[in-house]
């Protein structure tokens, strides 16, 4: 599996962006993605998850109402729509795909693969 991240960069406060997730070479239809994100001098924090068919998702308070996780199968891509960025949001994002039917989707250790960081600067 191999995930391709894409749609980072610098925006105003209460701006929006949408970064989006390619995955190739999924061999399961029980996985799930997830994002992360990472701040200087920060552990990695989980932003948000989905489950494949996309009926599950599951978001931190510190972004529930303002990030947005969704599918588009045909292309195997998942999307973090993000609005009303504050600061605090200035981190690396990553997406990570989990093969466990079981996995809580939350925490980092489950996921299996990673793609690698999209930087995302919110400026005040």
């Known amino acids: 599996v191999q995930l391709q991240a894409s749609g980072g960069g610098l925006v105003q406060t209460g701006g929006s962006l949408r970064l989006s997730c390619a995955a190739s070479?999924?061999?399961?239809?029980?996985?799930?993605m997830g994002w992360f994100r990472q701040a200087p001098g920060k552990e990695r924090e989980f932003v948000a998850a989905?489950?494949?068919?996309?009926?599950?998702?599951y978001y931190p308070d510190s972004v529930k109402g303002r990030f947005t996780i969704s599918i588009e199968g045909a292309k195997n891509t998942v999307h973090l729509q993000m609005n009303s960025l504050k600061p605090e949001d200035t981190a690396v994002y990553y997406c990570?795909?989990?093969?466990?039917?079981?996995?809580?989707?939350?925490?980092?250790?489950?996921?299996?693969?990673w793609g690698q960081g999209t930087q995302v600067t919110v400026s005040s």
């Open positions: 990570a795909l989990h093969e466990s039917p079981w996995a809580t989707m939350t925490a980092d250790s489950e996921y299996n693969y």
């Open positions: 070479g999924r061999t399961r239809d029980s996985d799930g």
């Open positions: 989905i489950n494949w068919p996309g009926n599950r998702q």
